[in-house]
């Protein structure tokens, strides 16, 4: 039995060498969209759960600026970039038409991302950590951040409920993350603010089998721990 335990051990770890390693840390919610995407894709990944406050010197060494996701590839080609993860993810397979047919919506979808990413995000940052922007107030933060949750509404009630197709796609699933991570600062304000497009759509997505997949708890990745597939 130990022998077969044994050998088990090492065709995993032989079959996990042969993957992509990405190093994650499971709220971050670029780390998030990364590995829906990863999920969507189908891609399995060697996952390596990141403590924030003491990273691994092997990410550090690949990725010097330091921030989660970041995926080497088994040639060592390194991504990291969460956006770029996903759309390299989904470039391998793409089973759900996240993209659209023959990635059609990938230009609408790369202008949402870049206006979720350059405008809303730095909102967010000031939102959730209004006592280190002292300059304005924590409301007038969420303010700002409602300004895009408006638009979202918008978009959704436009598409049944999803951001520009007819189905959940790439702009759904690298918005969410975002969208989750604002609306939890306050639920009690976001449950009561006149966006039902945008509240149900959230709802749904936090209630759906990918977002419990994804954010399944892993303890910190050491190099002698036994390897995590995802």
């Known amino acids: 039995m130990r022998l077969l335990l044994r050998m088990n051990m090492n065709r995993l770890s032989m079959s996990a060498r042969s ?98 990413d350059q405008d809303f995000k730095p909102w967010l940052d000031r939102y959730k950590y209004a006592d280190r922007y002292p300059e304005q107030s924590q409301v007038y933060y969420r303010d700002q951040c409602e300004m895009w949750f408006r638009k979202l509404d918008v978009q959704l009630e436009a598409h049944g409920g999803y951001l520009l197709a007819e189905h959940f796609s790439l702009a759904d699933a690298a918005l969410l993350p975002f969208v989750r991570q604002c609306a939890h600062v306050d639920k009690h304000w976001f449950d009561t603010t006149p966006y039902p497009a945008l509240q149900q759509w959230l709802d749904q997505f936090l209630e759906s089998e990918r977002f419990q997949t994804v954010m399944k708890k892993y303890a910190p990745w050491q190099p002698e721990n036994t390897e995590i597939i995802f």
Do not use: H
């Open 19 to 116: 993957l992509p390693i990405l190093y994650s840390f499971r709220r971050c919610p670029y780390a998030m969209r990364a590995r829906l995407g990863l999920l969507a894709a189908d891609v399995r990944v060697e996952l390596r759960e990141v403590v924030l406050r003491d990273k691994p010197s092997e990410m550090l060494i690949i990725s010097p600026k330091a921030t989660v996701p970041v995926l080497q590839l088994p040639d060592g080609q390194v991504i990291d970039e969460s956006y770029d993860i996903m759309k390299w993810a989904l470039s391998n397979a793409d089973p759900f038409l996240w993209l659209g047919r023959e990635g059609d919506l990938t230009q609408a979808i790369d202008t949402l991302v870049a206006i979720n």
